[in-house]
């Protein structure tokens, strides 16, 4: 059987999700990387595989797939190891839950506002826009405040076991944490205790971006 091929930068935190996944497997995969920077992703190559231009895709054995829920939901049935989805039905809808924030809530506020603003605006010969970074914080910490609360005294996020949710929330607090902006995350106890424990994970430590 051939191996998984994962297309996308390693900057991306969807990406990086994805790869993490495949690591707590853990499995085998091939990285093709795709330079959101350079424009790679709206090249005929790329959007043959998504036709929206974003990264991840992903392909198995002829079978092509793209969007991070997607791809990381069907490693995870497909690839053997490591269980990432809960059985309990609470457990696994709190994964779902926390994955639906972010996707809806956290990686736009977070990541498309905050990060973007105040880490990636110089890498294209911008600045930084404070009415887009001021709009976004409320959001941003709400989205932190809730997580938190969910996490409560659990090790993992969907409760006493890893799960996709955790993979979705780590790249997204690398960034986040290099802001300004990271002060929203003293109040959350949890949280920090979780981050502290979860980047000791060496599928945090294998995939995380090398910047500089």
Known sequence: MALPILYGTEFSTYVRTARMALAEKPAQYTHVDVSVIRGENREPAHVGRNPFGTVPAFEHDGFKCYETGAII???DQV????????????????MNQIISIIDY???????GAIV????????VGGTTDEAVVKAAAP????????IDRILGSNPFL???????ADLYVVPILFYFAMTPEKSALAPCANLNRW???INERESAKSTAPKLG
């Open 139 to 146: 959001k941003a910490e709400l989205v932190l405040k809730e």
């Open 73 to 75: 939901r069907y490693i």
């Open 158 to 164: 969907a409760g006493a076991e890893l799960s996709l």
């Open 79 to 94: 690839c053997p190891g490591r269980k990432l989805t809960p059985e309990d039905p609470r457990a696994r809808a709190r």
């Open 105 to 111: 809530h956290g990686y736009i506020s977070m990541i």
């Open 116 to 123: 973007v603003q105040r880490l990636f605006s110089s890498l």
């Open 195 to 197: 981050r502290q424990a």
